[in-house]
């Protein structure tokens, strides 16, 4: 596995109620399995994904990461591992507008130690296996939402991630675009050997997941095919 969480909890306090985001929750994640976690809105997909890709920390509970505890890393030590492991791609793509596609994708290579014509020859061959060889140039704001959510893909692969959190990547996008990406993140569990986890709301992310976790009200309700296989 992966990724193991055991009884994961994450409350907030609003005025004198203490609100339980995700709800113990344990989840098994296997190395290169595309996993989906399929629930409504406010029923705690987010949190669950912010608390895996360690942006946020659990009030109790456990997270593992190939078997070790990372559940209270320190700050810089949560950073490497993000840096070495995790690529995120979100629903509103935080592409940077003044950036052309091709430097929002170098933007993270800038923290490793590739030289800069490295890093710009990686940034090309990723938009290009996203198939965006003919928009290397173009800002965000004269891009489809479908060439932005690539984009995103694009630089979330920059540092050769282990694992992708993908949070509602398909929100913004009409039916055909979105079909696209799912299978665009699907082809890249599959070929390149990299654990997906789309948090979604979208059935067609179900229908093909190896694995799909069911959320509702922050608890894992249902669970079909198995981490295992």
């Known amino acids: 596995m992966i990724i193991r969480t055991h009884e994961l909890t994450r409350t907030y306090h609003y005025g004198g109620s203490i609100i339980p985001a995700v709800n113990k929750v344990s989840v098994r994640i296997a190395d290169a399995s595309f996993v989906s976690l399929l629930g409504p809105s406010g029923s705690g997909k987010t949190t669950l994904l912010n608390l895996i890709g360690l942006i946020d920390s659990p009030t109790s509970g456990t997270i593992y990461f190939d078997d070790q505890d990372?559940?209270?890393?320190?700050?810089?030590?949560?950073?490497?591992?993000?840096?070495?492991?995790?690529?995120?791609?979100?629903?509103?793509?935080?592409?940077?507008?003044?950036?052309?596609?091709?430097?929002?994708?170098?933007?993270?290579?800038?923290?490793?130690?590739?030289?800069?014509?490295?890093?710009?020859?990686?940034?090309?061959?990723?938009?290009?296996?996203?198939?965006?060889?003919?928009?290397?140039?173009?800002?965000?704001?004269?891009?489809?939402?479908?060439?932005?959510?690539?984009?995103?893909?694009?630089?979330?692969?920059?540092?050769?991630?282990?694992?992708?959190?993908?949070?509602?990547?398909?929100?913004?996008?009409?039916?055909?675009?979105?079909?696209?990406?799912?299978?665009?993140?699907?082809?890249?569990?599959?070929?390149?050997?990299?654990?997906?986890?789309?948090a979604t709301h979208d059935k067609r992310v179900a229908e093909i997941a190896d694995v799909t976790y069911f959320i509702q009200d922050g608890t894992i309700s249902r669970l079909t095919g198995t981490s295992d296989d």
């Open 70 to 198: 990372v559940s209270h890393l320190k700050s810089k030590e949560q950073r490497h591992l993000r840096l070495e492991n995790i690529g995120f791609v979100f629903q509103t793509f935080n592409l940077l507008p003044t950036l052309t596609a091709l430097e929002n994708v170098e933007f993270p290579l800038a923290m490793t130690k590739l030289s800069q014509d490295a890093q710009r020859t990686r940034a090309m061959q990723l938009l290009t296996k996203v198939g965006l060889t003919h928009r290397l140039h173009h800002r965000p704001g004269k891009l489809s939402t479908g060439e932005m959510q690539r984009v995103a893909i694009a630089r979330a692969l920059a540092n050769n991630p282990r694992l992708i959190l993908a949070d509602e990547p398909t929100g913004d996008l009409d039916t055909d675009t979105g079909t696209e990406i799912i299978q665009l993140l699907f082809n890249l569990s599959r070929k390149h050997k990299t654990t997906v986890l789309v």
